[in-house]
């Protein structure tokens, strides 16, 4: 199913049944680990280690790689990808951010294990990304240049200071790169960005996102609990136990 179909002119109620029917397509891995493309983090030994920890219950998470003017956009942009309703929590509520803040500091923001050499050459996206720049690059490069194009449509506003009608204009023309970024493709960078918050949403609670596993609890998904053998035998029966992170019981 297209990302492009979940962002154009549909409600909050239409994007976040999108993305509830996405996590029946995503890989068992993903929800268990850091997801797709984020999962090879807990694998590799060799990677960069993260330098970021969870925040302790309660405190505010201080970004490790996103400064200050980055950390406003990812909390804006993600705000917009996956928001709050009555069904369940945001992206913000569930620490989305806090999560890709984390994966730019492991393999995945040094795309560590991924082959980084050349050529560089233009190819169909069913090869996967192609390009010289890893992602914590494509973020930062991404960022900034995004940024920069708001300045110049929006009467000198960044993207944060953007009206939500404006920020869904912007995001759904990097999603069809119809907006032209200095540095960094339009689509490479919304992809990232795309992906890393349904990850992050989704993921065990251990990587920083689904805080208290909130998103688990919205779609009945019980997590990494060790066995159901009491459940065996109990047909038609509601599974009403919580989620449980590969951390322990998520309430």
């Not at 993305?19 to 997801?35: D, E, H, K, N």
């Not at 050499?117 to 992602?135: A, H, N, R, T």
């Not at 960022?143 to 953007?162: E, H, S, V, W």
Request: hydrophobic share 40%; aromatic share 12%; with cysteine.
């Amino acid at each position: 199913m297209a990302a492009h179909n979940a962002m154009k002119d549909e409600s909050f109620a239409d994007r976040r049944s999108f993305l509830r029917r996405s996590i029946a397509i995503v890989p068992a891995a993903t929800a268990f680990g850091a997801g797709g493309l984020t999962g090879a983090t807990l694998a590799q030994t060799t990677a960069p280690a993260p330098a970021s920890t969870a925040a302790p219950p309660g405190a505010p998470y201080t970004p490790v790689y996103f400064n200050a003017t980055e950390w406003t956009f990812v909390q804006a942009a993600v705000a917009r990808l996956i928001p709050s309703d009555d069904a369940g929590p945001g992206a913000i509520e569930a620490g989305v951010p806090e999560f890709i803040d984390r994966q730019m500091e492991g393999a995945f923001g040094h795309a560590a294990t991924w082959y980084m050499q050349g050529p560089f050459i233009e190819v169909s996206p069913l090869f996967g990304y192609q390009k010289k720049m890893p992602p914590r690059e494509v973020y930062r490069a991404g960022i900034a240049a995004t940024d920069a194009y708001c300045r110049k449509q929006y009467a000198d506003k960044g993207f944060a200071q953007l009206t939500a009608a404006q920020q869904d204009e912007v995001l759904t023309g990097l999603e069809a790169g119809t907006v032209t970024l200095d540095g960094v493709g339009a689509k490479d960078f919304f992809g990232f960005l795309l992906q890393n918050t349904k990850e992050g949403y989704f993921s065990d609670p251990i990587h920083g996102g689904n805080k208290n596993a909130a998103a688990w609890k919205m779609i009945g998904f019980p997590g990494a609990r060790a066995d159901y053998a009491d459940w065996v035998d109990r047909p038609g029966v509601k599974y009403n136990l919580p989620p449980v992170s590969i951390s322990g019981p998520q309430g």
